[in-house]
């Protein structure tokens, strides 16, 4: 299983890491605590089981009658009448690390110790966005621990059946799990953990490193195990309402600030630098890029609202969705605790270089708003960064789940509204920073916002 993009699976715990502190000078400014990832006894990054089995069984139920696909994985119905699915699914351990040299509060010199995070392993620092202006809550930066993007886990799957023709039963079920890999090798991948709607998670199987053993139970009480050829079925599809191919060309200067870049700088370095993956590889993170997306949406209601003569409906973010909860479009889009969001992020990709810039800045007076003589300061960023952005409707299946027409409607003016006037996103949208132009992908490259 390879990772595609920053993964966070939760340990439900949060701990110290020696990179990420408060200020320096502030007594009231204490470091923060971060979100911890799952780890195995060597401290390694893990995949619980219950986490991969939890993934097919939504890809089965968004592909498959529950009929077909409740013998291998089992359902609520089964559960309640003693019985389970034929498939057990290991714990995956992080078999090779991936390149995460470049991104915050990285490990860089081989940290030890119980402030360290390991190799392949980084702090993602985030805000959410004001809904009002659309811009960072100066107030609500979180951290988390994420596995690094180009990671690679084992995993381990047992389909067990027993009784009369269990062999030949053990095939379909197998062919099945094999029809669920297939939905798991696509070249966007599935999403797990933390920040799915972002395209945050998503992973992949390789398809070509899968071995097949098959045991026989023989009348000796031997097992009798052989290698099986494998032969991969049509893959099943998913029920998507609608997908979107977009790219996003910032011509101008783009940079998501680097949160650690402070505590590792040296003299002569820049003020602020921008997050990257490679030297010349900025980093857009969903989340900067779905908050913008709500922000827009609410704002687009909101306007429709004004034009019918009505007062606009607030998108509440403490909203808990129970069964029978009403939510509102935005709400259905973008997801609230206890609703998963209908509108995903489900590839985020700056595959090309970008050019690194810096430019001097005056420093201003936070008290009179007027520039300090004399003083400047040195920000890093990137010049000609394109992005290509996959956006998918999904028909999650149920009542609830299904995207309504009005959901539809929403996400079309959405994504006809920022073709029309492009994104601003990252740091310095008020002086210039990340204005984005967005275009269909295959779209006339001399249209611009």
């Known amino acids: 299983l390879e990772v595609l993009s920053p993964l966070h699976v939760g340990s439900g715990l949060d701990r110290t890491v020696d990179a990420v502190k408060g200020a320096d000078g502030r007594n009231t400014n204490n470091a923060p605590r971060v979100a911890a990832i799952q780890r195995d006894v060597s401290n390694l990054p893990y995949l619980p089981g219950s986490t991969i089995k939890g993934l097919l069984h939504r890809l089965a139920a968004g592909a498959m009658e529950q ?78 621990e994420a596995v690094a993007p180009g990671a690679v886990f ?27 890999l297939m939905l798991l090798d696509r070249g966007d991948g599935q999403a797990i953990g933390a920040g799915q709607a972002d395209g945050d998670g998503r992973v992949k199987i390789r398809r070509s490193t899968l071995v097949v053993t098959k045991s026989v139970l023989a009348s000796d009480g031997n097992f009798d195990a052989a290698p099986v050829a494998v032969i991969w079925p049509d893959a099943v599809g998913e029920r998507d309402a609608a997908t979107w191919k977009l790219v996003l060309t910032c011509d101008g200067p783009f940079a998501v600030l680097d949160p650690s870049w402070a505590e590792r700088r040296k003299d002569g370095d820049p003020m602020l630098a921008a997050q990257r993956s490679a030297e010349k590889k900025p980093v857009l993170p969903g989340s900067s890029v779905s908050g913008a997306l709500r922000a827009r949406a609410a704002w ?51 595959n090309e270089p970008a050019t690194p810039w810096k430019i001097f800045s005056v420093k ?86």
């Open 67 to 144: 009929k077909i696909w409740e013998q291998l994985l089992g359902s609520i119905a089964a559960k309640e009448t003693g019985k389970r699915g034929s498939l057990s699914v290991s714990g995956a351990s992080m078999l090779t690390p991936g390149l995460a040299k470049h991104l915050p509060y990285a490990d860089r010199a081989g940290a030890t110790g119980p402030g360290a995070i390991g190799e392949g392993v980084f702090v993602a620092a985030g805000t959410a966005i004001d809904r009002a202006s659309g811009v960072a809550n100066s107030s609500s930066l979180r951290h988390a």
């Open 154 to 180: 084992r995993l381990g799957f047992t389909v067990e059946v027993r009784g009369a023709d269990a062999a030949k039963r053990c095939d379909i079920q197998v062919g099945l799990l094999l029809q669920l």
């Open 300 to 350: 687009l209601v909101a306007l429709a609202a004004r034009r019918r003569g009505e007062e606009p409906e607030r998108d509440g973010l403490t909203q808990v969705y129970k069964p029978g909860t009403s939510l509102t479009p935005v709400q259905r889009l973008f997801g609230v605790t206890g609703f998963r969001a209908l509108l995903d992020i489900t590839e985020l990709a700056i």
């Open 364 to 449: 201003l007076d936070r008290f009179s708003g007027g520039p300090i003589d004399g003083a400047l300061f040195e920000t890093e960023a990137y010049l000609g960064v394109v992005a290509q952005l996959q956006l998918t409707l999904h028909d999650r299946g149920g009542r609830a789940g299904k995207p309504t027409a009005e959901d539809q409607s929403l996400a079309e003016c959405l994504i006809a509204d920022i073709c029309d006037n492009g994104l601003t996103l990252g740091h310095g949208g008020n002086k210039g920073f990340g204005w984005f132009r967005v275009e269909t992908e295959g779209a006339d490259a001399s249209r611009s916002a």
